[in-house]
Nanobody
């Protein structure tokens, strides 16, 4: 079992930056692959980025590649999402999620644990 709490969301102008954090409870954080997803009003939850248990392997959606960076600190039980060059279309609730395995498809159903979400709003 792992509990996740996101922070760092807010309102930012186009082109700005934000760093999201996700703090995990428990002593087995390093056994989970971690991911970030987002959901805009009226849309399905979509994959943003994920990082392997060790932090060595990462993957990103095409829409954020080159602008967002996912990282983790296993000593602090925390995963981060650095978001640069933000656009209005990045506006969404961002969710942190944990998976017990790194599977081929990074879809919501492959992540068993979720945080409550943090709102990111990018103004034009």
């Amino acid at each position: 079992q792992v509990q996740l709490v996101e922070s760092g969301g807010g309102l930012v102008q186009t082109g700005g930056s934000l760093r999201l954090s996700c703090a995990a409870s428990g002593r087995t954080f390093s056994r989970y692959a971690m991911g970030w997803f987002r959901q805009a009003p009226g849309k399905e939850r979509e994959f943003v980025a994920r990082v392997s248990e060790s932090g060595i392997t990462t993957s990103y959606s095409d829409s954020v590649k080159g602008r967002f960076t996912i990282s983790r600190d296993n000593a602090k039980n925390t995963v981060y999402l650095q978001m640069n060059s933000l656009k209005p279309e990045d506006t969404a609730v961002y969710y942190c999620a944990a998976a017990t395995a790194w599977l081929r498809d990074a879809v919501p159903s492959t992540f068993g644990y979720w945080g409550q979400g943090t709102q990111v709003t990018v103004s034009s």
